[in-house]
């Protein structure tokens, strides 16, 4: 089992960058696949990008590819997520989550989630 706490994000102007943190317990850290998502206000929750265990392997949604990047330090139990050139529509409460399974765009895949943490992007 791992638990996971998400923090980093922050009231921003358009064009800001950030880095999202998700700290994990549990000594099989590197047998998780770690995934983020958002949600914003009236939307359903949606992926972001996900890395495999070894972190050797990962993937974004079209819409943050080329301006987000996702990486991890399985010896810090850490995974990061750099949000740069953040617009407006990057507004959200992002998540991270743990699963024991493939990665996966698939929120289902993930058994243990955090509580999020506020990205705000101003215009």
């Known amino acids: 089992q791992v638990q996971v706490a998400e923090s980093g994000g922050g009231l921003v102007q358009a064009g800001a960058s950030l880095r999202l943190s998700c700290a994990a317990s549990?000594?099989?850290?590197?047998?998780?696949?770690i995934g983020w998502f958002r949600q914003a206000p009236g939307k359903e929750r949606e992926f972001v990008a996900t890395?495999?265990?070894?972190?050797?392997?990962?993937y974004y949604a079209d819409s943050v590819n080329g301006r987000f990047s996702i990486s991890r330090d399985n010896a810090k139990n850490m995974v990061y997520l750099q949000v740069n050139s953040l617009k407006p529509e990057d507004t959200a409460v992002y998540y991270c989550?743990?699963?024991?399974?493939?990665?996966?765009?698939?929120?289902?895949?993930?058994?243990?989630w955090g509580q999020g943490t506020q990205v705000t992007v101003s215009s």
């Open positions: 989550a743990a699963g024991d399974k493939a990665v996966s765009r698939r929120h289902a895949m993930y058994d243990y």
């Open positions: 549990g000594r099989t850290f590197s047998n998780y696949a």
């Open positions: 890395i495999s265990g070894s972190g050797g392997f990962f």
